[in-house]
Each structure stands twice: as structure tokens, then as C-alpha cells.
């Protein structure tokens, strides 16, 4: 088999107080990266603090009091790049801060950019800009009011929007079907005291991973290792495992009303498959085969023989063993593009699989798995996934578990994939229309 002339692995190479560290060799990019995720459940308590924290932070330290003083530092790194956020697998809640800068070996004068790097970031971190011990009441007002509207603008890309309202209503009830950016009628009540007592919380008690990627040297590992050994931490919180099973189900209809031209059509499923079962990759391969392409049986049937949809796919959430099928469709093909996506589920449980498809399932997947090389974050975010998933596989291992599936794994799958949830986002002056069609 071809080799990926990508990172062979995370390899982890220290832990401590809660703090892990691992590195990332990879010498195809120009640049190197610095990445801090901070690990917490996902829950109604901490969602809406957790994502307006990292934005209240990125305002400014100690050593670069405003935003201006951060960007001026980044362009003397010769352009290094800083962001942080949020982000959810499954039902873990990440924060993360990072920032990408030029490689020393390509720095004309010889710079130590990691280590003037690394000094930004943990500097950021570990040091905000306080106002009497807690931070700003100006930046967090100001902050506030721009994650009440990224919460309020989430409705604004419809396809996305109905993806994630059909996942919510199948983990109704669950730490899923929070949304990763918070609610915004929680904003009102944070206060400068509540958000700087969180900062300290997170700081201090939320397990920490840090990735180190690019041509990173021993020299550069001590400093990380060193530094955050300072760092005070306590009483380490503990992380649960949001996965469940769920069998026997009953479906659920879900009509949500909005101002729309083209219905919106989702299908959440329970695979019933952990992150970390060995029957990830014939999961993985179904789904490819499902929705995962061109070649897929949802755009072959639905879109282009049937003409009923603008777009068709599947994908997973395999950290909380869920598949969504998302459709774009006029209001009045609601029946008919349902029936027809059904029956693709249905004959694949009955093994109507052609090599020819999984043959384009496996190349597409493994173009995709090799195309992540291309980005730096890409990779890190795979080997990330990997820790939070509780695997240990590098891209090549991936590739050839594919590789391996077959037919039958593929249908023994089908048999295990059960409907929870038929989500439809339409016009108002079309509820209850769809279902006389």
C-alpha cells in the first residue's frame, strides 16, 4: 500500500497534572503549530460560559493588554496566525487557543519563533488583562452582544441549521442536543465576577491537551514541558463518556416552520456503534457508500434519478454513535424523497451492496483521509479525535482498516442503523400539507 507522507502519529510525550502533551512531526508545511484544548462535559451549566470565555480572553493579556497589541505581535512572528473557540465532539465540550507562525529554519535572521510563539499564547492563557482581578466589564459586554448574534445567525445557513436541529431532537433530553455556542438568553446573567471564576475553574481544573505539530525540537518540548509544569492546577475534573445505545425505537416527527423557499429534510439514526468499536471502519464505509459521494445511493436515486432533492448525504457523529441524512427538496417531494431514502437503507440491510460502490466508498474515503495531510489544523484535529474517541490509529491504520471491510460487515451494519427522528424544516403556509402527499 502507498504511504501518506503525513505525521505517522501523536506521539504523547508527557503527562502531568492533568496536562498532556503530545507532538506532531511534520516537516511538509513551512510552519509549525501550538494547540490548547481544554477538555469539559457538555452541559447547560458551562456551554454558554465556555464559549464566551475564549472570546473575552483573545481581548488581551498582561504583555498585550488589547487586541491591537496581539496583532502587532503576531506580524513581528512574520505573520503568525492566533484564533481560538469552541467546538463539540460527541459530548465533550473543547475550548481551544492556538496559534500557527514560520518555522526558525525559514526565518531569515534565525528568530525563535516557537519560543516567542509559545510566550504569546501562554501569555494569553495563563495571563489575561484584568481590571481589578477580573476581566473587563467592556470587553465582556462586547462580547456578549457578538455571541448573542453568532447564536441568533446560526439560522441563517439552512442546511447546516436543519442538520444540527435534527441531531438535537434525536439527543433530546441528552448533553448532545445542547448547542456548542450556548444559549443566548443565558447571556444576561453572566457577570465579569462570574466569567473570571469560570476562567479560574477552567484554568486550573479542566484536563488539558496540548499538541505541538510541525518541525518541533527537543529543545522547544523542554520549554512547553517547563512552563506549564507551572501552571496551578487542582482537584481535575472528571469526563464521562457520552455514548449510549438506544434499540426498539419508536420514530419521532419533527415540523419546524420558517421563512423558506426549499424544504429542508433530515433522518436521524442511532448506529449503535462506539467510536472505538472495531466496526468503526465498516460503519464508516457504509456511510460512504449511503451518502458519502457522487457515487452514494442517495444522490444516485434521490437527486439524479428521481430528480426530488438539490442535495442528498449521510455523515456521521461517530462520538455519540449518530447518522444524519440531509436532503434539500421542494415542500411537496417530502413523501416521495422519504420513501425512496428508506428504501436505500432497507436494501442495504438486505446486502443489495455492488462492489462498484464500495469500491468508490473506499477510494473517495481514502482521498479524503489523505487530503487532510494538506492542513496542518487537519491534522491535529484527527489525532485529537483520536484521544477523545479512545483510539490510537494514524492515518495509514485508517486507511487500510477501510481497506478491509466487506460486503458482509457493511450489511451486518444496515441491520444495526435504526430511525429515531424525521426532522422537516418548511414555509408556514405548508405545515401539514406534506403528509397528504
Given at each position: 500500500m502507498e504511504r501518506i507522507?503525513?505525521?505517522?502519529?501523536a506521539i504523547k510525550i508527557a503527562s502531568f497534572k492533568g496536562i498532556d502533551i503530545y507532538r506532531i512531526n511534520v516537516d511538509k508545511f513551512k510552519t509549525s503549530s501550538i494547540n490548547f484544548f481544554f477538555h469539559d462535559n457538555l452541559t447547560r451549566e458551562n456551554v454558554t460560559k465556555n464559549a464566551l470565555l475564549p472570546a473575552v480572553m483573545r481581548r488581551g493579556s498582561e504583555a498585550y493588554p488589547r487586541s491591537r497589541d496581539i496583532a502587532m505581535q503576531l506580524e513581528m512572528l512574520y505573520g503568525a496566525s492566533f484564533d481560538c473557540g469552541v467546538t463539540k465532539k460527541g459530548e465533550r465540550h473543547l475550548i481551544q487557543f492556538y496559534t500557527e507562525f514560520l518555522s526558525q529554519e525559514y526565518i531569515p535572521d534565525g528568530t525563535d519563533s516557537f519560543t516567542a510563539a509559545f510566550d504569546l499564547l501562554c501569555n494569553i492563557v495563563t495571563k489575561p488583562a484584568f481590571e481589578n482581578n477580573r476581566f473587563?466589564?467592556?470587553?465582556?459586554?462586547?462580547?456578549?452582544?457578538?455571541l448573542r448574534m453568532l447564536i441568533e445567525s446560526r439560522v441563517n445557513d439552512k442546511m447546516q441549521y436543519s442538520v444540527e436541529r435534527c441531531?438535537?431532537?434525536?439527543?433530546?433530553g441528552e448533553p448532545y442536543g445542547i448547542y456548542d455556542y450556548g444559549y443566548a438568553q443565558d447571556l444576561d446573567s453572566?457577570?465579569?465576577d462570574d466569567i473570571t471564576k469560570h476562567y479560574h475553574e477552567v484554568l486550573e481544573t479542566f484536563p488539558l491537551q496540548v499538541y505541538l505539530a510541525g518541525n518541533i525540537s527537543d529543545r522547544h518540548v523542554e520549554i512547553v514541558k517547563e512552563r506549564l509544569a507551572k501552571m496551578a492546577r487542582r482537584d481535575l475534573k472528571p469526563l464521562v463518556n457520552g455514548f449510549s445505545k438506544k434499540q426498539n425505537i419508536k420514530p419521532k416527527q419533527v415540523n419546524e416552520t420558517m421563512n423558506i423557499t426549499q424544504g429542508k429534510l433530515c433522518l436521524g439514526f442511532?448506529?449503535?456503534i462506539e467510536p472505538d468499536s472495531r466496526r468503526l471502519p465498516a460503519l464508516m464505509v457504509y456511510n460512504g457508500v449511503l451518502g458519502g459521494g457522487i457515487h452514494s445511493k442517495l444522490f444516485q436515486n434521490v437527486r439524479e434519478k428521481a430528480s426530488l432533492a438539490y442535495y442528498s448525504y449521510s455523515r456521521l457523529e461517530k462520538f455519540k454513535g449518530?447518522?444524519?441524512?440531509?436532503?434539500?427538496?421542494e415542500f411537496k417531494n417530502k413523501g416521495k424523497a422519504l420513501e425512496i431514502i428508506l428504501k436505500q437503507l432497507e436494501e442495504m440491510k438486505n446486502g443489495m451492496i455492488s462492489e462498484q460502490e464500495i469500491e468508490a466508498a473506499m477510494k473517495s474515503m481514502e482521498t479524503g483521509l489523505k487530503s487532510l495531510g494538506?492542513?496542518?489544523m487537519n491534522i491535529v484535529d484527527f489525532y485529537l479525535s483520536q484521544t477523545v474517541a479512545g483510539t490510537n490509529d494514524n492515518f495509514n491504520d485508517m486507511i487500510e482498516k477501510i481497506k478491509n471491510v466487506t460486503r458482509e460487515e457493511i450489511a451486518a451494519i444496515a441491520a444495526g442503523i435504526e430511525l429515531d427522528t424525521v426532522y422537516f424544516l418548511t414555509a408556514p403556509e405548508q405545515q401539514g400539507k406534506e403528509s397528504d402527499r
Open positions: 507522507s503525513i505525521a505517522e502519529q473587563k466589564d467592556d470587553y465582556l459586554m462586547q462580547e456578549k452582544d457578538k441531531l438535537e431532537e434525536v439527543c433530546s453572566i457577570t465579569s442511532r448506529t449503535n449518530l447518522m444524519v441524512v440531509s436532503s434539500g427538496i494538506d492542513s496542518q
